[in-house]
C-alpha cells in the first residue's frame, strides 16, 4: 500500500468517525447557544434513539433477507427514532430543566446528571445491560478505490451526516425558525419583543439536537452494538468537540466533530499513539484548545458594542 | 378622547430597590410623548413594565381597550405576544442581533408578518429611509457603527408596522448631528405613518422639541409634566435638566 493510498484511508476513517462526532456534537453546541448550560444527558438520549432504532428495524425488517426492503426499513426506523427521540428530548427539557431556568447556573447542570442516570439506569433495567447488535441493512463488505479500503457503511455515515447537517445550516440560516432561533440564541428578550416564543423556540433546539443525536447514535451502533452506557464515552468525545469547535456555534461544532475524528485517526496511524490511548488523544487537544483559545476553534471572544 | 396608552399609578421593585412609586402617564394616539430624567430614574423601567418585562407591584397599565400589564401577572401580557398588538420597543443600547446581518435583523422585525411580500416591501422601505442599511444590508450588525446601529434597532422595530413605537434614548452616545437625524426620522414616522411615538430620553432639550407633550421623572416618580413648549421654559427643567 503506497503512502498517498494510506493516507486517503486514514482520511476516510477519521471523516467518518468525525462526521458522527459532528451530529452528536451539534445537540450539545444548539442547546449551549441558547440556554447556555451543557445537557449531559445529551449521550444517554443517543443511546435512547439507538434502541429504539433498533427495535424498530428489527420489527419491520422481520424476517426479511437482505434487500431493498431491508435497506428501506433501516432509514425508515432512523426517521422515527429521530422523531421519538427528539419529542423525548422535549419532554426532559421541560420537565426536568425548565422548571429550573431561573435557578442557578448549578441546578440545570446536576439536572441533567441526574436525567442520564435516569435515561441509562431505564434503560437497562428495561432492555437489559447486554449489548444487542444492529445489524447491517446491507452486505457491508468493503470494497477498494485506488487502494482504499471503504465500507458501505463508511459510505452511508458520509452520505447521512452530511445530508444532515446540510439540512441545519440551510434551516438555521434560511428559515424563519431557524432565523429566530439564532435571534434566541443571542438576545432572549429582545427575541420576545420581535414575537418570538422563546418556549416553542428551546423545544425545537431540544426536538432537533436530540434526533440528530439518534442518527448519530444508529450510526454508530452499526459497528458497536446498542447497550445503555454506549453514549457515555462518545458523548464526551462529541462534548469536546463541540467545545474545541466553540460551543455554541453551529459550523463549530462541525469542525470541531470532523477534526476530532481526523486527530485520532491520524494521532493512531501517524503519530503511533497506541490505540488503547486513542482517546486521550480528544482529551489533550481539548486542554490544548482551552489554553491557547478558550472561546474555541470558532468561538468568538464576546465583547458587546455599547 | 381615551389615550392609546395609560398608565395608572404603578410600582415596579427590584427586591428592595422601588424603582416606579405610583407613576401614572398617558399617551394620546397619533402624539410624540417624551420621558426624561436623569440616570436611574425610572425610564427603562417603565418602558419593561409595559412591554411586559418586568412586573408590576400595583397599578396597571391599558393600551385601547386592552390591558397589557396588572399586578396580578397571570393577567398581563407576556413580552412575546406586545408585539401582536402593535407595540414596538428599541430598546436601550439597541439590541441588535449581533451576528445577523441586517437583513436578518429586518426578518426578525418582521418574524409575526406571514406576508412575503410585504416582508420584502417594508424591507425596500426600510433601505430607502435609512440608506446606510441598504448598503450594509448583508453585513453582520457586529460591525455597524453605534449610529448604524440605532437606525438599525429602530428599522427592526418598524418592521412589523407598528401603532405604538416605544424608544429608549435613541440618542444615546451619538454625535449630536446623527442624533439629530435620528430625531427628525421619528418626527418624520409619526407624521406620515401615523405612528404614536414614546421617547425616553435624557437629552432633554432634544426630546422636548421634538414631543407634543412631555413628562419629567426622578427617582421613580414623576415630578413635572405637560406641554413640552411650557416644560422647555420651565425653571426647574431649565435648571436640572438644560444647564441654565
Ligand atoms: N435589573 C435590575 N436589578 C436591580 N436594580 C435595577 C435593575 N434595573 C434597574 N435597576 C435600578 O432601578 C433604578 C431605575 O433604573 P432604570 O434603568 O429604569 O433607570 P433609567 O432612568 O433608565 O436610567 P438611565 O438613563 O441610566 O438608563 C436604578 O436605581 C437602577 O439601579
Ligand atoms: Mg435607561
Not at chain 1, 152 to 168: E, G, K, T
Not at chain 1, 278 to 297: A, N
Request: no cysteine; aromatic share 8%.
Amino acid at each position: 500500500m503506497g503512502s498517498i493510498s494510506e493516507f486517503f484511508q486514514h482520511l476516510m476513517n477519521g471523516l467518518t468517525l468525525g462526521g458522527i462526532y459532528a451530529l452528536i456534537a451539534l445537540g450539545y453546541t444548539m442547546v449551549y447557544g441558547i440556554l447556555k448550560f451543557i445537557n449531559f444527558a445529551h449521550g444517554d438520549i443517543l443511546m435512547f434513539g439507538a434502541y429504539i432504532g433498533l427495535f424498530v428495524f428489527n420489527f419491520l425488517r422481520g424476517d426479511s433477507p437482505l434487500g431493498t426492503w431491508t435497506f428501506i426499513s433501516f432509514f425508515i426506523a432512523m426517521l422515527i427514532s429521530m422523531i421519538v427521540t427528539g419529542a423525548l428530548g422535549v419532554a426532559i427539557e421541560r420537565i426536568a430543566y425548565k422548571p429550573l431556568r431561573k435557578a442557578s447556573r448549578l441546578a440545570p447542570l446536576l439536572s441533567a446528571i441526574g436525567v442520564s442516570f435516569i435515561l441509562s439506569n431505564g434503560a437497562a433495567w428495561m432492555w437489559g445491560t447486554q449489548s444487542r447488535k444492529l445489524e447491517y441493512p446491507f452486505d457491508n463488505a468493503p470494497f477498494t478505490v485506488g487502494g482504499v479500503v471503504i465500507t458501505p457503511h463508511q459510505v452511508m455515515i458520509l452520505i447521512v451526516s452530511l445530508i444532515m447537517m446540510l439540512a441545519l445550516i440551510i434551516f438555521v440560516n434560511n428559515t424563519r425558525m431557524g432565523k429566530a432561533m439564532r435571534a434566541v440564541s443571542l438576545d432572549q428578550d429582545t427575541s420576545r419583543l420581535m414575537g418570538i416564543n422563546v418556549n416553542s423556540v428551546i423545544s425545537l433546539t431540544f426536538a432537533i439536537g436530540s434526533a440528530l443525536a439518534a442518527s448519530g447514535g444508529m450510526l454508530i451502533a452499526l459497528d458497536f452494538k446498542v447497550y445503555p452506557s454506549m453514549g457515555m464515552m462518545i458523548g464526551l468525545k462529541a462534548f469536546v468537540a463541540a467545545v474545541v469547535g466553540g460551543i455554541g456555534n453551529i459550523g463549530g461544532a462541525m469542525l470541531g466533530g470532523i477534526l476530532l475524528g481526523l486527530l485520532e485517526t491520524f494521532g493512531v496511524a501517524i503519530l503511533g499513539i497506541p490505540p488503547a490511548m486513542k482517546d486521550t488523544i480528544s482529551f489533550g487537544i481539548l486542554i490544548l484548545v482551552l489554553l491557547v483559545k478558550p472561546e474555541g476553534l470558532l468561538g468568538k471572544a464576546v465583547r458587546e458594542k455599547v | 378622547m381615551k389615550p392609546l396608552l395609560n398608565i395608572e399609578d404603578i410600582s415596579v421593585n427590584y427586591g428592595a430597590i422601588k424603582a416606579l412609586k405610583n407613576v401614572s402617564m398617558s399617551v394620546n394616539k397619533g402624539h410624540i410623548v417624551s420621558l426624561i430624567g436623569a440616570n436611574g430614574a425610572g425610564k427603562s423601567t417603565l418602558l419593561k413594565a409595559i412591554v411586559g418585562l418586568e412586573p408590576l407591584i400595583g397599578g396597571s397599565i391599558t393600551y385601547g381597550d386592552i390591558t397589557l400589564a396588572t399586578d396580578n401577572i397571570r393577567k398581563s401580557i407576556r413580552t412575546e405576544n406586545i408585539a401582536k398588538l402593535g407595540i414596538s420597543l428599541v430598546p436601550e443600547g439597541r439590541h441588535v442581533f449581533t451576528d445577523m446581518s441586517v437583513e436578518e435583523n429586518l426578518d426578525m422585525g418582521a418574524f409575526l408578518v406571514r406576508d412575503d411580500a410585504l416582508i420584502k416591501r417594508k424591507k425596500e422601505e426600510m433601505y430607502d429611509f435609512f440608506p446606510i442599511l441598504g448598503e450594509r444590508r448583508r453585513q453582520k450588525t457586529r460591525s455597524l457603527s453605534g449610529g448604524e446601529q440605532q437606525m438599525m434597532a429602530i428599522a427592526r422595530a418598524l418592521m412589523s408596522s407598528p401603532k405604538l413605537l416605544l424608544l429608549d434614548e435613541p440618542g444615546l452616545g451619538l454625535a449630536p448631528l446623527i442624533v439629530q437625524d435620528i430625531f427628525e426620522k421619528i418626527a418624520y414616522i409619526n407624521k406620515t405613518e401615523n405612528i404614536t411615538v414614546f421617547l425616553v430620553e435624557q437629552n432633554a432639550k432634544m426630546a422636548l422639541k421634538a414631543s407634543t407633550e412631555g413628562y419629567v421623572m426622578e427617582n421613580g416618580r414623576i415630578v413635572l409634566s405637560g406641554s413640552s413648549e411650557k416644560l422647555l421654559k420651565s425653571k426647574e427643567v431649565q435648571e436640572a435638566y438644560l444647564g441654565a
